[in-house]
């Protein structure tokens, strides 16, 4: 093999292989002399790619972990799998790995082949996932999309449906995405409403950037809810934003709950942003933390932990666990059954777009 950069890419590649590899091996794959592989090894080195060498009858060249992520070769079984493995863990905002997923499934999507980019949707469409989780599970191809065109600073137009079921389009200047380890946010400035807002992904549909490009404005340092205006202007984190935004969207609770069973036990059923109980010395623990979900999924998550729990506050918390408690005592007596009224019908509470 005469080209030497092809050679180098395909040495490059026999080399990110877990194993050793005898220069005389080396050689006769890229039918070379042992001299140029030691060369072409030198060259690697050079570009920064850390190759070990072993010497004895069997000793050989291995490609070791180093200070930095070298770029990676993978054929095309390779770039399939991790591409499906990638769109599984975007779809689901899976907390500490979601953000990363799609930074990186932008990134890989933008160089497979198209042939590559139908066998892995041929793969998504076929396999349906057992995940487990309290998010909306959402279409891996808009979160790409929203995520590219961040990045590139590029206009997107999509149909969005609020809330309370309202449909409108949309054109707006994509900022970040930001995942709360339930669901994906877009951080955005909008055209039309000429304001910054948050848009629920799983609320996203038919995106697509329009090539336009546009310079970014600086975020408000002060969340605006999806319906209002952005406050005082400056520069801001889109993570803040979003959590500013929602508290104004929806009140904040304030947890205060004791549970009878050690705080090890309960930390590990409860979601991270909840934070950790502490222990009461007794052999139970007691959480105290502010968050700004709903009182239906609080309930839930509470009840989840699956041991014996008392709610201090807030009050609105108390009185709704009371209502389920007895709508759940009703269900298990099917001849108690009666037609309930007021907060037990289990109105919804959807409070804006991001509700």
Known sequence: MSDTPARLLKLLSLLQTPREWPGGELAERLDVSPRTIRR???????????????????????????????????????????????????????????????????????????RLRHRVSVLQNATVPLTRGDGSTIDPRTLTTLASAATGRERLRFAYRSGDGT??????????????????????????????????????????????????????????????????????????????????????????????????????????????????GEGGCRLRASCTDSLEWVALRLALVDCEFSVQGPPELVAYLESLGARLTRAARPGDRHRPSGPEQGEQRERGEQG
């Open 40 to 114: 072409d090894i030198d060259r690697l080195r050079d570009l920064g790619y850390p190759v070990e060498a072993s010497r004895g009858s069997i000793g050989g060249y291995r490609l070791v972990a180093g200070a930095a992520m070298p770029p990676l070769l993978l054929d095309d079984e390779e770039a399939v799998a991790i591409a499906v493995g990638l769109r599984a863990g975007a779809g689901h905002a899976i907390e500490g790995v979601d953000e990363a997923s799609v930074r990186a499934l932008a990134k890989l999507e933008q160089v497979l082949p198209s």
């Open 167 to 280: 449909r409108t389009k949309r054109q707006v200047e994509p900022y970040r995405l930001v995942s709360t380890g339930q669901r994906w946010y877009l951080v955005a400035y909008d055209i039309g409403r000429e304001d910054w807002r948050t848009f629920r992904v799983d609320r996203v549909g038919e995106p697509y950037a329009t090539g336009a490009r546009f310079t970014p404005r600086p975020l408000p340092v002060e969340g605006a809810g999806s319906d209002a205006g952005s406050g005082d202007t400056g520069s801001g984190d889109a993570a803040t934003f979003l959590a500013r935004s929602m508290r104004r969207m929806q009140p904040e609770l304030r947890l205060d709950v004791w549970f009878g069973a050690p705080a090890e036990f309960v930390a590990a059923r409860l979601p991270a942003h909840l934070g950790a109980p502490e222990p009461d």
